[in-house]
């Protein structure tokens, strides 16, 4: 692990670039949303910010903010960021999921982290290995104590690192529906909690 105390320090000691990218696979598998009820898509994705949205409307809860009240709306989000040049997949995870110890009253309920096998495809190629993390705890915000799960993914090809992340976040009166938005992400033939199943071991 780095020494470095933040994503944002690690990016600029080391040179390096992070944007969202328009990528649909992780290291080859594709990456599929399949809402699963109460969850609906937020329009199509959003080629401008490069990610997709899920939300559960029913759910929302108006906060007021410098005096105005607003809606928010148990969501998740999954998007696909790139690293230039290359770094460690497996560090730059930690530090994607070090950020969550910055939310107020974070408490971690749980953290699973795996690697896939690195096997020889059928064409001989080996497999390009990837790094998995799963994150899940809750915070204080502004409507209240929030439950996030994050999956994260992350894997090098060429001289860029890809992760991949997939957070999902509820709070009092959604939670009964945090593992079904898990559940409409796929990586390749896999559901989301389907590997953080098998990340259980």
Do not use: C
């Not at 928010?72 to 790139?82: G, K, R």
């Not at 749980?110 to 390009?128: I, K, V």
């Not at 992760?163 to 509820?170: C, D, L, M």
Request: without cysteine; glycine residues 8%.
């Amino acid at each position: 692990m780095t020494s470095m105390t933040s994503l944002q320090e690690f990016l600029q000691n080391t040179g390096r670039t992070l944007d969202r990218v328009a990528v649909d696979t992780v290291a080859g598998s594709p990456i599929s949303i399949d809402p699963v009820s109460p969850w609906q898509p937020v329009g199509a994705p959003l080629e401008t910010e490069q990610q997709r949205i899920l939300a559960y409307p029913e759910g929302a809860r108006e906060i007021t903010i410098d005096g105005k009240s607003q809606p928010v709306t148990p969501n998740l989000m999954v998007l696909v960021s790139a690293v230039t040049p290359a770094a460690d997949p497996a560090e730059f995870v930690d530090l994607v999921v070090d950020t969550s110890a910055a939310l107020q009253g974070w408490t971690t309920e749980e953290d699973l982290a795996g690697e896939s096998d690195t096997e020889a495809q059928s064409s001989g190629e080996p497999r390009t290995p990837v790094v998995y993390r799963y994150l899940a705890g809750r915070y204080n915000a502004e409507v209240g104590e929030t439950k996030t799960s994050s999956m994260l993914a992350g894997w090098n090809s060429g001289d860029t690192t890809y992760v991949f992340q997939a957070v999902a976040t509820t709070f009092e009166g959604s939670e009964d529906h945090h593992e079904s938005a898990l559940e409409s992400v796929r990586i390749g033939e896999w559901t989301l909690p389907q590997l953080i199943t098998a990340m259980r071991g």
